[in-house]
């Protein structure tokens, strides 16, 4: 399983950027994985933003981006984080990761067993 993103750079707060995360070495349909959205800022725990469940489409979303970012997926290998009214305080490298099944702990990194090199966004006041 490798997990790729991209999309992520530099906008304005108020802005929108949407993440891709492309997905390999398992079929959407046939394999029963979630894919998660994470983020973290240097010196700080990785932060979980929001997951999906592929088999079923369920999401779940975090707080703190509740209503603000969606998460999506092309029902073929690309799973996206649409975010938009960006805040400064979203600055951070945004990865994707896979936890077969249903992950316990959503939230929880640990849960997860694959993951992409991050991507950067950065969001100017």
């Known amino acids: 399983v490798q997990l790729v993103e991209s999309g992520g750079g530099l906008v304005q707060a108020g802005g929108s950027l949407r993440l891709s995360c492309v997905v390999s070495?398992?079929?959407?349909?046939?394999?029963?994985?979630?894919i998660g959205w994470f983020r973290q800022v240097p010196g700080k725990e990785r932060e979980w933003v929001a997951c999906?469940?592929?088999?079923?489409?369920?999401t779940y979303y975090s707080d703190s981006i509740k209503g603000r970012f969606t998460i999506l997926d092309n029902q073929k290998n690309i799973v996206f984080l649409q975010m938009n009214n960006l805040k400064p305080e979203d600055t951070a490298v945004y990865s994707c990761?896979?936890?077969?099944?249903?992950?316990?702990?959503?939230?929880?990194?640990?849960?997860?067993?694959?993951w992409g090199p991050g991507t950067q966004v950065t969001v100017s006041s």
């Open positions: 990761a896979a936890a077969r099944g249903r992950p316990f702990r959503p939230w929880a990194p640990a849960e997860y067993t694959h």
């Open positions: 070495g398992f079929t959407f349909f046939d394999d029963d994985y979630t």
């Open positions: 999906t469940r592929l088999t079923d489409d369920s």
